[in-house]
């Protein structure tokens, strides 16, 4: 099984940004981003394929940068403009097959979660 570490969390101001990376042990399809904050159900943020294909939840969309390097089997979240409701822990997902979605339960592999801190 593919295995995946999250890195780059940290507290920012509202405002402010923070870059995540995600490095993968081998190459996977499916990549995204999911964050949970206390309290309530994990949700996904965004996903990207290894052709580069997108997807943004609308509450990050505009704010949030999704990004891969195949060569790497690194992923990253550029986040920018950075709200406290913005404040999670966010983990790393991915998954192989041709399919690819914001759905935590089509996701083998999971990161232990960084977490992002934004206060006002």
């Known amino acids: 099984q593919v295995q995946v570490v999250e890195s780059g969390g940290g507290s920012v101001q509202s405002g402010g940004s923070l870059r995540l990376s995600c490095t993968a042990s081998?190459?996977?399809?499916?990549m995204a981003w999911f964050r949970q904050a206390p309290g309530k159900e994990r949700g996904g943020v965004a996903y990207?394929?290894?052709?580069?294909?997108?997807t943004y939840a609308d509450s990050v969309r505009g704010r949030f940068t999704i990004s891969r390097d195949n060569a790497k089997n690194t992923m990253y979240l550029q986040m920018n403009s950075l709200k406290p409701e913005d404040t999670a822990m966010y983990y790393c997902?991915?998954?192989?097959?041709?399919?690819?979605?914001?759905?935590?339960?089509?996701?083998?592999?999971w990161g232990q979660g960084t977490q992002v801190t934004v206060s006002s």
């Open positions: 990207i394929t290894s052709g580069g294909s997108t």
């Open positions: 997902a991915a998954k192989s097959g041709s399919s690819c979605a914001l759905v935590s339960t089509m996701f083998d592999s």
């Open positions: 081998a190459y996977t399809y499916c």
